[in-house]
């Protein structure tokens, strides 16, 4: 019994986001472990991804935000030409209105390094959520074939019922899932780990510390 409740506690980790799933030690297969590899590594660099992607909007939103500036610049500086009284503040302003146009080029070029390289950002994160996909498919196909039919036909029930969270622990002597407090006698026949216990209020399982416990010391 205890080995079909860590099996239910580990699949509704799964469910909850497959790049949260321990390795069981000494209990998954090795396939189970590379492919858990794969999956943290491949999320892994889908976020670095995405997060060069939001640093590179910044920047992109600061570039052209200073060209806006020198734009404006000009526009005062082409203005003043017309009050200046000597060649000299003429001229002043005239090399101005260049530098301000050379560093708007040179701006508006490396803008245009940056909608590349956020262009092959997204298409790189792009790429990696099928093979994501994939392998929390492969990953969850795993799993569910540790567990008995009867189990995973409750488990299923009641996660569709309960907003995709159907295995719980018991947190404060209270369910995880709404808080209802669980009586300290039925605390006790859970630590056990030798029956299937659900919530009186709610009707999701229940998994005692044990279960939490040495689920997070694999990891």
């Not at 189990?151 to 808080?179: H, L, T, W």
């Amino acid at each position: 019994m205890e080995t079909r409740l860590r099996h239910l506690f580990a699949l509704q980790k799964v469910d909850l986001g497959l790049n949260e799933l321990e390795e069981m030690k000494g209990d998954l297969p090795f396939t189970v472990k590379k492919l858990q590899e794969s999956l943290d590594s491949k999320l892994h660099t889908k976020a670095e991804l995405e997060h060069m992607v939001q640093q590179t909007i910044i920047a992109r939103d600061a570039t052209d935000v200073e060209i806006l500036a020198l734009k404006e610049r000009i526009e005062k500086y082409k203005g003043q030409q017309f009050q200046v009284k000597t060649n000299k503040q003429y001229d002043a302003l005239t090399r101005e209105i260049e530098l301000s146009q050379v560093r708007i080029i040179k701006l508006q070029a490396e803008m245009e390094a940056m909608e590349g390289k956020m262009t092959v950002a997204r298409n790189d994160a792009e790429q990696l959520t099928p093979e994501i996909t994939e392998l929390e498919t492969e990953l969850g196909e795993k799993i569910v074939a540790r567990i008995a039919k009867a189990d995973y036909q409750m488990y299923e029930r009641i996660r569709k019922a309960k907003d995709g969270r159907a295995v719980v622990p018991v947190k404060r002597n209270s369910c995880g899932g709404c808080f209802n407090r669980v009586p300290p006698q039925k605390i006790l026949e859970l630590r056990k780990n030798d029956t299937l216990m659900t919530c009186e209020r709610c009707g999701r399982i229940l998994v005692s510390d044990d279960i939490v416990e040495n689920s997070a010391a694999a990891e």
